[in-house]
């Protein structure tokens, strides 16, 4: 068919699968969606690349989905808020299609306000949010059933790198993959992840693209009995509350709340992280979240992964891994031991942490913000502020510099478009999948102003 046209999608997270998801509707569009990491078989069968491969860095996640357009990215910085709900409950109902339990938290309106007026009092702002949870366990079953239905319709090349956008006159050309094959194609959709955002960030400077830098998010992981947020968390699931040191005036935020969840290790290249997750079917006596400190660095610096990195590779260099401290060894100035862990009434889920002192490797003024932050939660939820509180460190959250794009999330290349975590323009899944739709709708808007076939149109919904 002449007026056939060719959609490349470089990474298989959940903003390149919603962008092939949205076009595969269409015959006349070729689709190919390459990704660097395994086929989800090979990952459920624990041959697994933690962030590449068919899902992404989401395929193993906790599988919240938080339909917020104040959190999980910058999205409406893009597209008008009516439009983004819009977009966001379009991404709720695909992932229920796929088998997301039906179950939502965050709608009961009564129990929310109270909890929004007793955050009030203590100085938070609480973003309510509906949250579905999919758990760990089932997170992989449903990107393997949109795999089967994506790969009669579209074309997936597992385990291929992408080394090179080719453009010619400011206009998309294709792609190259590093063994040095060529894949023509109309448009580019570049989605590859945080995992993929230093490639992107490279190859964006060889195209000349215009760039601006994103937050650093550095902070603690938090854990305490799971009865002590219960009471924010049997509502909420994952209560979003935000807070404004008194001290530096930062911006202090709760972040991926896992009730009854499992502390756990993240490797990024050689560095050891920490992070959290829960599943459906089984779970801990303890909840963990997050507490991060964002900062928004000024000229001259322009690198917040290195930042980030430098302050956790600092965790690892002490104890050749992630610390663990408790609340109460922390306040008194001293480094806990295994034997004073052993002595806490909360019980660590992640056994491989080793004892040690943060104040060693967190800046102070992350220190000071966390220490403030926790103990204004101690007012909505007491219990928090115990000495039995444990804290790991480091968790960092990179997000890559961002590209300058349009509305339409298309770089200063023409129909060269970018999504997605990697592009830092979102981080999470709910906001990256809807951001593979908003780039597939304009992809079909400018296919169809090409005059396709009557065909094409009767078959749009
Ligand atoms: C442990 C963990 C838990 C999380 N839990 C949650 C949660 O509960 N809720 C939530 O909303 N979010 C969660 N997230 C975040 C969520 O997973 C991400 O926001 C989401 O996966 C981003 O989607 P993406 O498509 O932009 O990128 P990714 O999912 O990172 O996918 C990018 C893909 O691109 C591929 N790629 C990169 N470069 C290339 C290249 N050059 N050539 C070919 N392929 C390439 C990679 O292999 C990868 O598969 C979690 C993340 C982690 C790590």
Not at 377 to 390: K, Q
């Amino acid at each position: 068919m002449a007026n056939k046209k060719s959609v490349v999608i470089v990474g298989a997270g959940p903003a390149g699968i919603f962008t092939a998801l949205e076009l595969s509707k269409y015959k006349e569009i070729d689709v190919v969606i390459v990704d660097k990491g395994k086929d989800i078989d090979k990952r459920l069968k624990g041959i697994n690349g933690v962030y590449n491969g068919w899902g992404g860095a989401g395929a193993f996640s906790d599988g919240k989905l938080t339909f917020s357009t104040e959190t999980g990215g910058w999205l409406a910085d893009y597209i008008d808020e009516p439009a983004l709900i819009d977009i966001m409950n379009a991404v709720d109902k695909t992932f229920l299609e796929y088998g997301a339990t039906e179950k939502v938290y965050g709608t009961q309106e009564d129990s929310i306000a109270k909890i929004a007026r007793e955050a009030a009092k203590a100085d938070f702002r609480l973003i309510p949010s509906k949250v579905r949870h999919l758990g760990s366990d089932q997170c992989p079953i449903i990107l393997q059933n949109i795999r089967r239905d994506l790969e009669r319709k579209v074309d997936i090349l597992m385990e291929t790198e992408i080394e090179k956008v080719e453009v010619e006159n400011r206009v998309v050309k294709g792609v190259r993959t590093i063994d040095g094959r060529t894949i023509p194609a109309d448009f580019v959709v570049l989605a590859p992840g945080r995992s993929g955002a230093n490639w992107l960030r490279k190859e964006a400077e060889r195209l000349g693209l215009n760039s601006s830098v994103n937050p650093v998010d550095l902070g603690v992981r938090v854990e305490v009995p799971a009865e002590v947020l219960e009471p924010l968390t049997s509502v909420l699931y994952e209560p979003k509350l935000v807070y404004y040191s008194k001290s530096f005036d930062d911006k202090v935020r709760t972040f991926c709340v896992n009730p009854h969840g499992y502390v756990v290790e993240e490797k990024i290249n050689d560095l050891v992280t920490v992070n959290g997750h829960s599943y459906l079917e089984k779970g801990s006596e303890n909840t963990n979240f997050a507490i991060l400190v964002s900062t928004q660095f000024t000229q001259p610096f322009k690198d917040p992964i290195a930042y980030g990195m430098y302050i956790a590779k600092l965790a690892n260099l002490l104890v050749n891994g992630v610390m663990i401290q408790r609340l109460g060894d922390l306040e008194i100035g001293r480094r806990s031991t295994h034997e004073r862990i052993s002595r806490s009434i909360t019980k660590p889920t992640l056994k491989t942490a080793q004892p040690g002192d943060l104040s060693f490797v967190l800046p102070g003024r992350y220190l000071t913000d966390i220490k403030e932050m926790l103990k204004a939660l101690d007012r909505i939820a007491p219990g928090i502020y115990s000495n039995h509180t444990l804290i790991y460190g480091i968790e960092v959250k990179f997000y890559s510099s961002r590209p300058k794009l349009t509305r339409n999330l298309e770089t200063e290349v023409n129909n060269l478009f970018t999504i997605g975590d990697g592009a830092g323009i979102t981080r999470g899944l709910v906001q990256s999948s809807a951001s593979g739709l908003i780039v597939s709708r304009e992809i079909l808007r400018r296919i169809e102003r090409a005059n396709l076939p009557q065909s094409f149109h009767k078959q749009r919904p």
